[in-house]
Structures are given as structure tokens and as C-alpha cells.
């Protein structure tokens, strides 16, 4: 289940992000560090409702933060969207990886993007995060290049 977070998830989702960054770490992926996201990334976007949560079993497992789009560094590419909603802090805990979880997540941001009157979402990642990667592509984003400035592809999805 998918739902609005709170502010008593906070202090899960920075544990969970320190989790996924280390496992991120482990994979060879240097996306996410010790202090990235961290509390203040899931407070900042809980205080925009911005962030959703994953919710299994009663327990927090993941999260999404969709924002419009105002991030500079994405100046760098040409898009095709130029009214987008972007997503920003997709994270699963690792062990319910491959049970669609990222999936539904990111599904969830394009049907938000789709009622909120978005011409489409964009989303970038590292590099090396092929899983990540793997992801956007099923959801039916094209690449769009790479962003030197940070070291990640962008993707977009147009509607």
C-alpha cells in the first residue's frame, strides 16, 4: 500500500536510506553516501507533500518523493517534457527487492503526475546503478543523456 508519509516515518526513512545507500555501496554504486538523504532531504519533501510511503505488512519499506521540476542541474540536458513532475529518493529495503515494490512506486508518481496536470515525469540515477536503471526503462522512460555536472542519466517519460 502506498501512502501519504508522516512525520513518524522520518526517522524509518533515514534508516532505510542508510541501508539502501550502504547496499547501493556494496553493489560498487557511489549514488548515496552516509549523510544523503538524510532526515532533513525527507522533511524538507514531507513539508511540500512530496513524499509517500510503501507500506507492507504494517511496516515502512520504502518511499518516493515526486517534486516539480526546479532542479538545475537537469538545464544541462534537452528534454522533450517541459512541464514535468520529477522523481527524487526512490528506495526499497533491499530484501523485498524484485517484488515489483519499485515498480508500483514509480507508477504511483506517473499516475500522480497524470491527475496533477504534468506533461510527463523525469528521473535520473548513477551511472552504475543498472538496477535502477532497469526500472525506469520497464516503466516506459527514454533515456535522455548523461548530466556531468553530477554524474547521472537523465530519463523522461512523456505522456
Known amino acids: 500500500m502506498i501512502r501519504k508519509a508522516n512525520n513518524d516515518d522520518l ?3 533515514t534508516a532505510i536510506a542508510r541501508i539502501v545507500a550502504l ?3 556494496a553493489s560498487g ?14 522533511k524538507k519533501d514531507l513539508d511540500r507533500e512530496a513524499l509517500d510511503v510503501f507500506v507492507f505488512d504494517g511496516q515502512v519499506i520504502g518511499s518516493i518523493s515526486t517534486l516539480p521540476e526546479n532542479d538545475p542541474f537537469y538545464l544541462q540536458l534537452v528534454w522533450i517534457v517541459k512541464k514535468a513532475l ?12 524484485r517484488q515489483k515494490i519499485g ?6 508518481a506517473i499516475e500522480k503526475a497524470r491527475i496533477e496536470g504534468y506533461d510527463g515525469v523525469k528521473i535520473d540515477t548513477h551511472p552504475d546503478n543498472l538496477r535502477m536503471q532497469g526500472l525506469i526503462l520497464s516503466c516506459g522512460f527514454h533515456e535522455v543523456g548523461y548530466m556531468t555536472v553530477f554524474n547521472r542519466i537523465g530519463y523522461e517519460l512523456k505522456f
Do not use: A, G
Open 23 to 25: 547496499d547501493m555501496h
Open 103 to 108: 515498480s508500483q512506486l514509480l507508477n504511483y
Open 86 to 97: 520529477v522523481v527524487h529518493r526512490l528506495m526499497v529495503l533491499p530484501e523485498y527487492r
Open 29 to 42: 554504486i557511489d549514488q548515496w553516501s552516509e549523510t544523503y538523504p538524510d532526515y532533513e532531504h525527507f
Open 11 to 13: 526517522d524509518k526513512l
